[in-house]
């Protein structure tokens, strides 16, 4: 069965410093990976997905299939990067998405 | 309407009593899911739709909780006989189902079992 597993439940930086957030998967075929943001007080909203190898907000991720990872990251964190980041992963078969724990990143000025 | 609507926002009930959520995902989008999201926690998959119906439901925490979707359109989430620990805010979300979708998120129906 897949899974997503997010390691930090909570992570704080400091403004301007790099940040990852951990992102981890168990899926037997070859799954669709993406990162989910919520900020205070909005709803859930897509950030980027590793099909399009973009860079959304300074955000990247890249997905290593050796270590069935997906980590997002950014070189210089900004304070209103501060929110709930869910990474998630979508099968190609039940088009079933698990969505991860989340991390909760909390950027200090 | 231009996102997925659910309502209500808020609904504080007594336990033991039934709810019904309802979920209006973005016209047009075949795939329709709800999650859970309780205090401190992430989300919690509970079951999703393909057109009106449900391949996976092995979310679904008890038999207290069903869902039907009708039209392709509207979904209901109901909770019957309710307990506190089913309080939480409840998610739904939306895509074309298509190999590339992504998900569209309501705003969430906060469901508080006293």
């Known amino acids: ?109 | 309407g231009a996102g997925v609507s659910q309502s209500p926002s808020n609904k504080v009930t007594e336990k033991g009593k039934d709810v019904e959520l309802r979920c209006d995902p973005i016209s047009g989008h075949t795939a329709l899911y709800w999650y859970r999201q309780r205090l401190g926690q992430g989300l919690e998959f509970l079951i999703y739709f393909q057109g009106n119906s449900a391949p996976d439901k092995s979310g679904l925490p008890s038999d207290r909780f069903s869902a039907e979707r009708t039209g392709e359109s509207v979904s209901t989430l109901t909770i019957q006989r309710t307990q506190q620990e089913d309080s939480a805010v409840y998610l739904c979300a939306s895509s074309w189902g298509t190999v590339t979708g992504e998900l569209f998120f309501g705003e969430g129906s906060r469901l508080t079992v006293l």
Request: hydrophobic share 35%.
């Open chain 1, 1 to 109: 069965a897949q899974r997503v597993t997010q390691p930090e439940k909570l992570l704080s930086v400091f403004k301007g410093a790099p940040v990852e957030l951990k992102c981890n998967y168990s899926y037997s075929g070859s799954p669709e990976l993406f990162w989910y943001v919520q900020y205070s007080r909005q709803r859930l909203q897509l950030l980027l997905r590793h099909i399009s190898r973009e860079s959304i907000k300074g955000f990247t991720a890249d997905l290593n299939k050796g270590e069935t990872s997906f980590h997002l990251k950014k070189p210089f964190a900004q304070e209103e990067d501060s929110a709930m980041y869910y990474c998630a992963l979508r099968d190609n078969y039940g088009q079933n998405f698990v969505f991860g724990p989340g991390t909760r990143l909390s950027v200090l000025p």
